[in-house]
């Protein structure tokens, strides 16, 4: 009896209260989860985890290369240009491959989504264990790299946190809407690598924002919400020398914010029919 009362509580479509203490009590099943999608991400390649060293490294040299020698891009003063470069590509690659995870998480369990419920967003939340590797592994090389250029890091990287905090609210928040797509359109899948890629170069991570100052189409610009995080996680680790518009916070945290709380209805309202398209 005490078992079929169970049941009930956790079936899909239930109320919000039931479905949060569900998420809850399989909080179990999100690490299971969390360690399988770090385990298969590197499982079979040849050099395993190295990649997340090379990634990084090789992204790095093209990107220092195209921005700083090809089209002659000034960095900010007084901060080394690779340095710059990497700062900006350490948050943007937390962002990305949290994106592109969470995006896929629903199609890449769709074994389990039709064979028996549970809180559908344990998966996109698993996924997030992968891009918070690479990023660790990321942020460790930054950090190796300051002596090298004899670089002193700054002391406002107490305010870190709060800039990977708004970068997990916002790859969650377009990472759930796309989950939700994907599933049905299977052509999404094509298109984030896509935007992705785009992204990249749309924000200023081998770039400072610094270029768009004083322009007609700033205020645009920094209705991105990555402007403002990528922008504000670069001045945390290289302080004043590094240009950061702290006005630029408040359309990233109303647009993070906003964009979370629609896409988490939106999931909530369609992760019933998952399993009609898997």
């Not at 369990?109 to 996924?127: D, E, G, H, I, W």
Request: aromatic share 18%; proline share 4%; glycine share 6%.
């Amino acid at each position: 009896m005490a078992s079929s009362q169970h049941t009930t509580t956790i079936k899909a479509g239930g109320s919000e209260k039931d479905y949060w203490k569900d998420l809850w009590l399989h909080r179990q099943l999100l690490w299971i989860l969390s360690k399988r999608d770090i385990s298969v991400r590197y499982k079979q390649t040849l050099l395993g985890v190295a990649w997340s060293v090379l990634r990084p490294l090789m992204t790095l040299v093209v990107m220092v290369f195209v921005f700083s020698y090809v089209a002659k891009t000034k960095g900010d003063p007084n901060v080394p240009y690779p340095l710059m470069v990497l700062s900006g590509l350490t948050i943007w690659t937390f962002f990305s491959n949290t994106f592109g995870q969470i995006s896929s998480s629903v199609l890449i369990n769709s074994n389990m989504v039709s064979k028996v419920y549970f809180p559908r967003l344990l998966m996109p939340l698993s996924a997030v264990a992968v891009g918070f590797v690479d990023f660790l592994i990321s942020f460790a090389i930054f950090m190796l790299m300051t002596p090298f250029f004899d670089y002193q890091i700054s002391w406002q990287i107490i305010y870190l946190p709060f800039f990977i905090l708004l970068t997990f609210i916002t790859s969650m928040g377009f990472g759930l809407f796309f989950a939700v797509l994907n599933v049905k359109f299977r052509d999404i899948g094509q298109l984030i690598p896509f935007l992705i890629q785009v992204g990249m170069y749309a924000c200023p991570v081998g770039y400072s924002a610094s270029l768009v100052k004083g322009t007609w189409y700033e205020k645009y610009y920094n209705l991105n919400p990555l402007v403002g995080i990528i922008s504000g996680f670069r001045w945390c680790l290289l302080g004043e020398n590094s240009y950061f518009n702290p006005q630029s916070l408040y359309s990233t945290a109303i647009t993070s914010f906003a964009i979370l709380i629609l896409s988490l209805i939106y999931f909530r309202r369609k992760e019933n029919t998952f399993v009609d398209y898997l």
